[in-house]
């Protein structure tokens, strides 16, 4: 008898502490106030079996469509070569194929792009500039993961978006207590305890912030969903098979979404593919926790004079500048207008107007909820910035170097003296002079071969001379048989192969200036200086390797006018 009485109270007391663990219930919201639509929603950054992730992308569509949502953009891992599925829908559900491509800076979402001609990879600023060329849009991924490997680490780059929230990311900063938790109520209030793991990405948030003083920066939130739990490896490939498949994909996929405002589906996959993706380029997109109430409906517009802006947009300037919110929330939800970073104003209520001075500056919008998880709370609802007054061309700061007046050239027509060509085992390399329309210029024939992990390579190798250290950058004219990288070396003694600083170019057969200057080299492996010592520098290097180039890739360089010039 006694015993089943402890029994009981045992029972009960665990009763009690797993409903007092349990994370609050999502709201329930108003009816969605007149004038306002409900958008289309979706997952950006979720993985399928072809690389990380546990389901297939039927399985996935359907995982989208119990959780209500309309498209998925699919972003497996690769290198950008292979061929993307073309869109389609599945289970009423619009599938997109994109992928997460690896750089030395942290990994970036490629969305739109058409297929690269060589593997996209090493240095961030390097796949940023493919991915333009190629007509796609590149969103940083888990920008601000807390393993370094993860973390995104080039900020001078011209991102066009990034993810402000990333629910990878978000489990990984968990305490064991917390995921012991999770994992103790999930079972029953399952969005809401996957809710309850996040947390303010304040950094990534401030971040943000800085780079939209200065131009048009798209957030979105990332699902990165790959429905498991399991020890993930340092790099890839990723291990499959050896992991729970907790959070499920439609679970993650009710946690929060994607709202694209003012889209439509035709039922034409490719043309509402391109309505997507469009919208998302356009910053036309707010995220929603929905986990937390809703999905909820955000409206956010901005006039001035004539003009009238939507988040996302520029905004010319043509006198005071009026910003409209409309949203669909419960009267707890807090509004807060957020001007270039700083919290201008915060307000309740379902519709807020408010008058700011004509001045250029960036207004977002944040819709908070007091019962919110984490520490600080994460937002409920996060729109993108209206640009008041801002140029619209988003245009890259161009090199403002002045031009160089001085030159010493290295070679230019006639004979090559003191090149030398260095390959690894089963790779090939060949050095020409070969005639050009006037005069000569050099042809460098490569082949890579040999096993991937010995890091094929063929390097051209010129001797740097003793006028290197009085210039700053190297010039030359160069083209190639087809679009590819080489990169570019300055190569001290030191070591048993020398250290090494380098800049990558492109080459395609048109042939190009091209321009590297020397501090903008980095370093190349182990170095013992983040930077060459130019009169310590004993040769120039122009190498193909596998970072950019396939393993049994051969073809053609050439080049010309090779000078040093300051
Ligand atoms: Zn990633
Ligand atoms: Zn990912």
Partial sequence: MLKRLALVVLLAALAGAWYLALPTRALSLPPLPPGLEEPLRGA???????????????????????????????????????????????????????VEISTSNGHVLALGLSPAPYPLAGEARDVIEDIARLGGFAIAAHPGSNRPELRWS??????????????????????????????????????????????????????????????????????????????????????????????????????????????????????????????????????????????????FTATSGTATAAAGDVLPLGGPVTLRIAMQAPERARMEIVKDGGVLETRTGAAVEHVVEAAPASYRVEVLLPAAPGEPPVPWMVSNPIYVGRDATDAVPSDTRPRPSRFAVQYRDGP??????????????????????????????????????????????????????????????????????????????????????????????????????????????VTSRPQPTLANVQSILFVVDTVNTPLGGNGTVWIDDVRYAR
Avoid at 460 to 468: D, I, Q, R, T, Y
Avoid at 492 to 506: D, I
Wanted: net charge negative.
């Fill in 154 to 299: 080039d900020w001078d780059v011209p991102l066009a978006g990034l993810e402000w929230l990333n629910a990878d990311s978000e489990w990984r900063d968990e305490s064991g207590w917390s995921l012991a938790r999770a994992l103790f109520t999930y079972p029953i209030r399952t969005t809401e305890t996957i809710v309850s793991l996040l947390d303010r990405p304040t950094g990534t948030l401030r971040q943000w912030d800085e780079l939209t003083k200065r131009r048009r920066v798209v957030a979105i939130a990332g699902t990165d969903a790959h429905a498991r739990i399991g020890v993930r490896s340092l790099g890839e490939p990723y291990v499959n098979g050896s992991s729970i498949h907790v959070p499920s994909y439609e679970r993650m996929f009710r946690a929060f979404s994607n709202a694209l405002p003012g889209v439509t589906f035709s039922g034409d996959a490719a043309a509402d593919a391109q309505a997507v993706l469009a919208a998302i380029r356009a910053g036309h997109v707010y995220a929603t926790i929905d986990g937390l109430g809703g999905p909820a409906v955000l409206s």
């Fill in 416 to 525: 090559v003296t003191g090149w030398t060509v260095e390959t690894s085992p089963a790779s090939l390399g060949a050095l020409d002079v070969v005639k050009k329309v006037s005069g000569t210029q050099l042809s460098l024939r490569y082949g890579l071969g040999g096993a991937a992990s010995s890091s094929p390579f063929a390097a051209f190798v010129m001797p740097a001379g003793s006028e290197l250290s009085g210039y700053d950058r190297l010039m030359f004219t160069a083209r190639a048989n087809r679009p590819m990288r080489v990169s570019v070396e300055l190569r001290e003694p030191g070591g048993a192969a020398g250290e090494r600083w380098h800049r990558s170019v492109y080459l395609d057969p048109t042939e190009h200036e091209i321009t590297v200057y020397f501090d903008d080299m980095t370093p190349r492996g």
């Fill in 44 to 98: 950006i950054h979720v993985h399928s079996r072809r690389s990380d992730g546990t389901g297939e992308v039927g399985e996935i569509a359907a995982a989208a469509a119990r959780a209500g949502l309309d498209f998925v953009v699919f972003t497996d891992h690769g290198d950008a070569t292979r061929e993307p599925d073309p869109p389609q829908y599945r289970e009423g559900v619009l599938c997109i194929d994109a």
